[in-house]
């Protein structure tokens, strides 16, 4: 895609009118099928939009063109928001994502690799994508390739072990081709973060780890697309970025509420839903 950093009114409204589509298909995916996460899907979105739409080296013609870059979502339960972003990609016809949910489908609560055309990494156990997208930088030095990775991870997520031992490997080998963003939403299965196991000060933390650390309003598309584009040319040490973010965006009885983690909205409240999403 251009790397073109300076987002005019046009371009802004472009995007934001993306994410809108793709926050109803969230919505319409999980109360059709009766399964699903909304609220984590809501609150990547944007970031989402902002790779796929702006920053990423992808062919959706040929999803697994050499020269690509990578995108891991580690935090699998956002699967309906990744869904929604590769079709309106066009990896897939749309029509497909009615499967989702249906056993059988291609399109499970969480991706699989195998089964869906752009999806770089079976993902839902978590803790695993940083390690999974390390290893594909990792990759991309050895055989002197210049696509660059990305790894998506949710707030809970970082609670994992294995996330800190990934952190230490990618600043100890000076991995400068990868970067994490952190969907920053402060709100996991049963609670807030901050209730469960609190992660804060998580900037001080990965710059610990030594990683270079940006923190942006992760609905903020001239931030978002600012600090991607920044985050490639930090050389040396890998890149995080702290995305601040709200569960369930877009839609006001969603926001900041554990019970959407996972729930299903009645028809009523989908359609409530939807003409939030659309004022």
Known sequence: MED???????????????SEKIRCSILTMVKNAGVGHIGGSLSV??????????????????????????????????ATAI????????????????????????????????KVPGIEAST????????????????????KKDYYTFVILGDGEIQEGQIWEAAMFASH?????????????NV?????VSEIMEIAPVADKWSAFGWEVLEI??????????????SKEIKG??????????KGKGVSFMQNKCKWHGNVPTEEEYDKAINEIKK
């Open 4 to 18: 073109s950093r300076k987002l005019d009114e046009t371009e802004i409204n472009r995007l934001e009118d993306i």
């Open 45 to 78: 979105t944007d970031i989402l939009v902002s790779l796929y739409f702006k920053v990423l080296k992808i062919d959706p013609k040929n999803p697994v063109w050499p020269e690509r870059d990578r995108l891991i979502l580690s935090k699998g339960h956002g």
């Open 237 to 246: 040490k890998p890149t995080i970025i702290i995305a601040n973010t709200v």
């Open 173 to 185: 080998y000076r991995l400068d081709n990868i970067t994490a963003i952190l969907d920053y939403n």
């Open 188 to 192: 996991q299965l049963m609670g807030t």
């Open 124 to 143: 839902g156990a978590l803790g695993q994508g940083l390690s999974i997208g390390i290893g594909m930088a990792l990759a991309a030095r050895l055989d």
């Open 217 to 230: 309003d992760g609905h903020n598309f001239r931030q978002i697309i600012e600090s991607l584009y920044k």
């Open 83 to 114: 869904y929604s972003i590769l079709a309106e990609r066009g990896f897939f016809p749309k029509e497909e994502l009615k499967t989702f949910g249906i056993i059988g489908s291609n399109f499970q609560v969480h991706p699989d690799k195998t």
